[in-house]
């Protein structure tokens, strides 16, 4: 069967293997509105297919499998005060709940940058696959915005306190980091993916794995648990920082990192991470909609983009400019009920099952 074109993204089915190929390798494979629609339309009928055992999913290149959502689309967006990134956001947290349920084995290539809603699309999978090229992680906290696509929930269940490290930081993560933190689960040199691919057509998923996977590299992560776990314990961001700083060496440099975020970002995805604790996927996804609507509206989201990605000058303008000067009270205003703009995902979970 010959590959089906929507644009930035193509499926095939190659013996019992569907293909999702993200097409964008310019962009890093970035996620559009279109890509996400077009996902979900295949996933669903895939799923009923029974043609179709095994789904894999990866990118077109070799830079990446995904470097996020398109975020000078979601700039130009809040530039002229519209709705799409909402709209973007509810269908792309519709997929990435699918995938988590996807009835058949849902495998992804994590080769490559896998950030941001390029681990939307991927950790949620069932057969998460890294490499020695693999950087990962969820940068949003650089960009004036919060992990979301589940990520949240993701970090919140990794070792320790190695997942608050992860999202406050925004560092990115190799392979073996990956592994360490719970968002994928096989080793596999980037050389074998072809291969794997291939077998995958005619085998199951279990028994690619078996024939490909290796043993990882250690974690660098891993290796550094002893001070993450004894800064990051802190319930407040300012009181993390002074225990990264009072550690000395790696922890002080984090904590350098740290406050070079947007500080209202900082203490979001720390709270964030903190409350969705115990959550399903859906509640989570719920919530991280509710903040994204909220960092829509303020200022540093629009003021992140445009320093990293748009103008480029690295020097970001934060308001307010420290964690000391972020008020608990606006930290609780990203969590206000959003009224009939609630994403509503778990209320849908509940009554289909």
Known sequence: ????????????????????????????????????????????????????????????????????GDIVAIYKDMLHGGTATAGFWAEEYRLNALISHYPKPYVAFMDGLVLGGGVGISAHGSVRVV?????????????????????????????GEAGTHAALTGAHLSG??????????????????????????SSTAEAAVERFAQAAPESALAAQREWIDAAYVHEDAEEIVRSLRALGGEAAAAA????????????????SLR?????????????????????????DFREGIRAQVVDKDRNPQWKPPTLAEVRESDVEGYFAPLGERELGLSASAVQSN
């Open 176 to 201: 073996a980091d990956a592994l360490f933190l719970g968002l994928a689960d096989h080793f596999v040199p980037s050389s074998e993916l072809p291969a794997m691919a291939e077998a995958l057509e």
């Open 131 to 159: 490499t020695e090229r693999t950087r990962t992680g969820m940068p949003e906290t650089t960009i004036g915005f919060v992990p979301d696509v589940g990520g949240t929930l993701l970090l919140s269940r990794s070792p």
């Open 275 to 299: 409350r969705v604790r115990g959550l399903s996927l859906e509640e989570a996804l719920d919530q991280e909609y509710r903040v994204g609507l909220h960092c829509l509206a303020g200022p």
């Open 256 to 271: 350098d990192t740290i406050e070079a975020k947007s500080p209202t970002s900082v203490k979001v995805a720390l709270e």
């Open 1 to 68: 069967m010959g590959a089906l074109e929507t644009e930035d993204v193509l499926f095939e089915r190659r013996g019992h293997l569907g293909i999702v190929t993200l097409n964008r390798p310019k962009a890093v494979n970035a996620l559009n509105d279109g890509m996400v629609k077009a996902m979900l339309r295949q996933l669903a009928e895939w799923a009923d297919d029974d043609a179709v055992a095994t789904v894999l999913v990866r990118g077109a290149g070799d830079r990446g499998l995904c470097a996020g």
